[in-house]
């Protein structure tokens, strides 16, 4: 299916390291969660965002393992996974998946497996911060802890003025020819690419993190993240009592005709008859799927998500907004059990491509059953008037 008009970032996913210091009896981003790996985690978050390519990077022996997770976690955008093997250090890590990027990669988040509930706004973040021109942005917390300087005998020698302070967190976000000109200048091996980059004289500016992005570390980290996952978790996918059932929501959707070019509407493309104008392509039928299938999940309404400070949607079409939307129902638990839509227009005239329209829009929604019906208004109102086209659509959706 048509992939969404993303700009040219990719997300590198470190995976590699051995996790001694959780001792979870597998390296790190394969412990389990809650059946599914703090790898599966990570890149649930990973795909509910704008990547253009995936790549993954694991120890040796652990592709087979990865690319299960990836493609499951991705969907229908497993083709943008790569899994390549890493080095001793995250950093010769870093390094190896960098050399696997596409080409026309420009910019790219390095994300740690380790911090596996991470949510997409932050994600979100980082990208738009590279995308308004920023060379390296790192995603920071507050220290909310006091801190002092301590001598190797445990005596406190000084304390360090808190206000000052932030704490890291991934995706760290990187023009690509900044990232590889600090690995191929590097004389030292940095805990975070923020810090290799920033060795090579570049700025490095700042984004608010989450305090769900916390790296898993150790035990009690584990235990947090299991707890997350199976509590309330404020930041994360409602998993309340209602999340055990299966949810129904509404959405509409009215575009006036006046676009440019050919009309789009119901993910199909019409020749001949008069375009609809809005931010996108005006698929007024796919915007009040979206928004049902968002409301249904409790995840906001399609200007939370699409925004027009989203460039990558300018212009999208069906499949790009429907795609994306699955990616942030399944990174919040949820999928798509079927949606209805109704049209309601004086043209074009849908007869003849209906179940080509179930067709294209079921395919953009993972295979989940779409009905598309369409009516006049016997000439009332603005449809009536053959100004425009209405859409209402309702879509169920499921815990996964
Ligand atoms: N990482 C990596 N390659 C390495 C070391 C680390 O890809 N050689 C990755 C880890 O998989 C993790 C992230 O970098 O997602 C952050 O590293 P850390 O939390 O230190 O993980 P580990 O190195 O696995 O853990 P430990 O230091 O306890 O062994
Ligand atoms: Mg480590």
Do not use: C, Y
Request: no cysteine.
């Amino acid at each position: 299916m048509t992939l969404p008009p993303v700009p040219r970032l990719a997300v590198i996913v470190v995976a590699a390291g051995s996790g001694t210091r959780l001792r979870g009896g597998a390296p790190k981003a394969f412990v389990g969660l809650d059946g599914r790996t703090i790898l599966h985690h990570a890149l649930r978050g990973v795909f509910a965002g704008p990547a253009a390519q995936v790549v993954v990077v694991v120890p040796e022996g652990f592709q087979g393992e990865a690319l299960t997770d990836a493609r499951d976690a991705a969907g229908d955008r497993a083709d943008l996974v790569t899994v390549v093997t890493g080095g001793a250090t995250r950093q010769t890590s870093v390094a190896a998946g960098l050399a696997a990027l596409w080409a026309d990669v420009e910019t790219v988040l390095v994300h740690d497996a380790a911090r596996a509930l991470t949510p997409p706004a932050v994600f979100e973040r980082v990208a738009a911060a590279l995308e308004a021109g920023a060379d390296a942005v790192i995603p920071a917390v507050p220290v909310v802890d006091t801190i002092k300087r301590v001598d190797d005998t445990g005596r406190v020698v000084a304390a360090v003025d808190r206000s000052e302070l932030a704490a890291a967190q991934t995706p760290q976000g990187f023009r690509r020819s900044v990232l590889l000109e600090a690995l191929r200048r590097a004389d030292a091996d940095h805990t975070d690419d923020a810090a290799l980059v920033a060795a090579a004289g570049h700025p490095v500016i700042t984004v608010e993190g989450d305090a769900s992005a916390f790296k898993i570390t150790t035990g009690p980290d584990l235990d947090r993240a299991r707890a997350l996952l199976t509590d309330d978790a404020p930041t994360r996918a409602p998993r309340r009592p209602e999340h055990a059932g299966p949810r129904v929501g509404i959405g509409t959707d009215v575009h006036g005709f006046g676009g440019d070019g050919t009309l789009w509407l119901a993910g199909l493309e019409w020749p001949g008859e008069p375009a609809l104008s809005g931010h996108s392509d005006g698929d007024a039928v796919a915007h009040a799927i979206v928004d049902a299938l968002l409301a249904a999940a409790g995840l906001g309404d399609i200007g939370t998500h699409f925004g027009t400070d989203r460039p990558e949607f300018a212009g999208a079409h069906a499949a790009a907004f429907l795609s994306h939307t699955v990616g942030l129902l399944s990174a919040a638990g949820w999928r798509v059990g079927n949606v209805s839509v109704q049209v309601q227009a004086n043209r074009p005239r849908f007869a003849a491509r209906r179940l080509e329209a179930e067709r294209v829009l079921s395919a953009a929604l993972d295979g989940a059953p779409v009905s598309v019906s369409a009516t006049t208004t016997d000439g009332l109102g603005f449809t009536g008037r053959t100004e425009g086209v209405a859409a209402f659509a309702t879509a169920l959706v499921l815990p996964v």
